[in-house]
């Protein structure tokens, strides 16, 4: 069965790092459009953040401007998320997702009734 789980959220102040993990499991993340999504509390929808085609090309929502990078190693099959200068406006918990039915291809933007699996998240909270 296909799965993927999250780790390494915890708190942060504005300015600082985090690095969130997704293993995956059932799949080769490689293979297929992979992403990372937010929501913050009380928003009733999630926010994509950034995306892994393939071919190794990303893209970032218009919010992140060079803060964040998503990279994937297929040697542990993890997707990985590297944020800097983080905000207070971060805080969300972060979802990684997989759309398996796109040959590898990311719709930009993507929204998240396109994604096919979830992981459970993982919570990041920023302090100002």
């Known amino acids: 069965a296909v799965k993927l789980v999250e780790s390494g959220g915890g708190s942060a102040q504005a300015g600082g790092s985090l690095r969130i993990s997704c293993a995956g499991s059932?799949?080769?993340?490689?293979?297929?459009?992979m992403a990372w999504f937010r929501q913050h509390p009380g928003a009733e929808r999630r926010e994509w953040v950034a995306?892994?085609?393939?071919?190794?090309?990303?893209t970032y929502g218009d919010f992140v401007k060079g803060r964040f990078t998503i990279s994937q190693e297929n040697a542990n099959n993890t997707l990985y998320l590297q944020m800097n200068s983080l905000k207070f406006e971060d805080t969300a918990m972060y979802y990684c997702?997989?759309?398996?039915?796109?040959?590898?291809?990311?719709?930009?933007?993507?929204?998240?009734?396109?994604?096919?699996?979830w992981g459970k998240g993982t919570l990041v909270a920023i302090s100002s």
């Open positions: 995306a892994i085609e393939s071919d190794g090309s990303t």
């Open positions: 997702a997989a759309e398996v039915s796109s040959g590898g291809y990311c719709y930009i933007p993507l929204v998240d009734d396109a994604m096919d699996y």
């Open positions: 059932g799949f080769g993340l490689s293979s297929y459009c």
